[in-house]
């Protein structure tokens, strides 16, 4: 059974920073394309990053500059790092995959208020 757990998520004030973990299971992990969504309230759910299996990166325009993604493909994790966050930076966090079929974790809520 694939499971994809994200953690971190949380309250911070505006230009603090959290790092985002997508912990994954039950898939070959390493093999797939990986990415972080999110949904703010009454708001479609948009990709913010993505990262290959090799490694190969993506952002969106609101986030580029301020965002990282990476993985370790050993231990089956996904990050972002997220730096200088702003108040339209605060949603639910989703980790998502595609393999046959899309996954997705539960989410974890940033919210980025003074």
């Known amino acids: 059974q694939v499971q994809l757990l994200e953690s971190g998520g949380g309250l911070v004030q505006p230009g603090g920073s959290l790092r985002l973990s997508c912990a994954s299971s039950g898939m070959p992990w390493s093999l797939f394309t990986a990415k972080w969504y999110r949904q703010a309230p009454g708001k479609q759910r948009e990709m913010v990053a993505s990262?290959?299996?090799?490694?190969?990166?993506d952002y969106s325009d609101s986030v580029r500059g301020r965002f990282t993604v990476s993985r370790d493909n050993n231990k089956n994790i996904m990050y972002l790092q997220m730096n200088n966050l702003k108040p339209e930076d605060t949603a639910v966090y989703y980790c998502y995959t595609l393999w046959g079929r899309t996954y997705w974790g539960q989410g974890t809520q940033v919210t980025v208020s003074s």
């Open positions: 990262i290959t299996s090799s490694g190969i990166t």
